[in-house]
Nanobody, 126 residues
């Protein structure tokens, strides 16, 4: 079993920044795809930014390119999401996800991921 714990959400004004953190535990070797999804109110869960299983590449949603940056600390089994220039449309519950075997073509499908964090609320409002 893998446990994922997120932190860093909150209420901010448009244009502000937030940094989300996710730490994984439960396995000796945490190699695999890892990253962030979000679920806006009344909508389906969607990919925000992830590292591929090999860790060589990142995939971003078009709506966050140039504003959000994903990074990771392999030694700490952690992944981060730096969110700048936040917009009201970024309001959502943000989830950390991990999967040891997922293939690149399946990364955008939430149902293909094995492990999820509990989620952290991000609200962007004036």
């Amino acid at each position: 079993q893998v446990q994922l714990v997120e932190s860093g959400g909150g209420l901010v004004q448009p244009g502000a920044s937030l940094r989300l953190s996710c730490t994984a535990s439960g396995r000796a070797y945490m190699t695999g795809a890892m990253g962030w999804f979000r679920q806006p109110p009344g909508k389906e869960r969607e990919l925000v930014a992830v590292f591929t299983r090999t860790g060589d590449h990142t995939i971003y949603a078009d709506s966050v390119k140039g504003r959000f940056t994903i990074s990771r600390d392999k030694a700490k089994n952690a992944v981060f999401l730096q969110m700048n220039s936040l917009k009201p449309g970024d309001t959502a519950v943000y989830y950390c996800a991990f999967d040891a075997r997922i293939i690149t073509s399946s990364l955008r499908s939430p149902s293909e991921w094995d492990y999820w964090g509990q989620g952290t609320q991000v609200t962007v409002s004036s």
